[in-house]
């Protein structure tokens, strides 16, 4: 019994000590043949896997359809007789510590389906679905929906378009250990589980860690297409919203100066971007104070704001 624990322990060591290798990366798909198989591919991207041991099953590279340049990842239909199971895994490293953000463009053509869930362990073996299923247009019968099913929020339906690429983004809050990990995910520019949402399911389950993205082939009418993957390691997010800590933010959407005010001291300002980059900070010691915005550039951005001790996050665009 012993040995037989010292063999599993060791074997859980030797899997951690492969995905930490993985590093932030960027993902356009260029550097792949039109139809190769990307999980097999040779080269430094090995950021994608396969379900099974031996990437024969994992999605191929496309010139069908590409948000920038001319690929993109293609996940086919899998055969309806269960001979060809289409299971690619994009592995995020097991990450049990630090601020990760996935950013990556989607593409569902009309009268299909797609799929994806979120795995707590790499290379899989049983599979841990962290929040569910996450189904778009699940079975045909809900065009133009999505749904997170198992979420700490149970289930959570969002909407997307057909026919044109959107944005999928979500980060993790693990700065406190996988057990007190947060989430939110975005969908085409709207937060669908917001920041401050504890990362399990609706039972309260801790996963093992933020192990990858499996994007499974759910049928013969499915069919959707990935493209420029961006994995960030970043800055914090908030878990409280502004209004609870006395703050306003004004004008959004902001053209050039953002005014922040507060019913006690603000000790500090924080702006992130998408990427969870940090593009502006400052000490504050006032009830009020304004940023010139003028010089970033256009996009969605993350403002936290810190009053006594207590930190918020509130999204703007610019």
């Not at 869930?117 to 899989?124: D, V």
């Not at 045909?140 to 944005?167: C, M």
Request: charged letters at 15%; aromatic letters at 14%; one cysteine or more.
């Amino acid at each position: 019994m012993k040995k037989n624990y010292l063999l599993l322990l060791l074997a859980v060591c030797f899997t951690f000590s492969i995905s930490a290798q993985i590093d932030p990366f960027f993902d356009d798909m260029e550097s792949y043949t039109d139809g190769a198989d990307v999980c097999s591919t040779p080269g430094p991207n090995q950021w994608w896997i396969d379900w099974f041991s031996d990437c024969s099953t994992a999605g191929a590279a496309s010139s069908n359809q590409a948000y920038s340049g001319a690929l993109s990842f293609y996940v086919r239909p899998s055969d309806p007789g269960g001979g060809d199971v289409i299971d690619p895994v994009l592995d995020l490293g097991n990450k049990i510590f630090g601020t990760w953000y996935l950013s990556f463009w989607y593409y569902v053509p009309s009268g299909r389906e797609a799929y994806f869930n979120i795995q707590g362990l790499t290379p899989i073996a049983g599979g841990e679905w962290v929040v569910g299923n996450i189904p778009f247009n699940s079975g045909l019968a809900t065009p133009g929906e999505g749904q997170i099913d198992n979420s700490a929020l149970g289930a959570v339906t969002f909407n997307f378009p057909h026919d044109q690429w959107f944005r999928i983004y979500m980060g993790w809050d693990i700065t406190a250990g996988i057990s007190n990990a947060t989430w939110f995910m975005e969908v085409d520019n709207v937060m669908v589980i917001p920041p401050g949402t504890a990362f399990t399911d609706s039972g309260g389950t801790v996963p093992t860690g933020l192990g990858g993205l499996n994007f499974f082939s759910v049928s013969g009418d499915n069919e959707y297409y990935i493209d420029d993957v961006n994995y960030n390691e970043g800055g914090i997010i908030g878990v409280e919203d502004l209004e609870a800590i006395g703050v306003s933010i004004y004008p959004n959407p902001v053209r050039d100066r953002l005014n922040i005010e507060a019913r006690e001291a603000i000790s500090n300002v924080a702006i992130y971007n998408l990427l969870g980059q940090q593009v502006y900070a400052s000490n504050v010691d006032a009830l009020s104070t304004t940023i010139d915005m003028s010089q970033m550039a256009s996009g969605a951005y993350f403002v936290q704001v810190e009053v006594n001790g207590r930190k918020a996050t509130d999204k703007i665009i610019k």
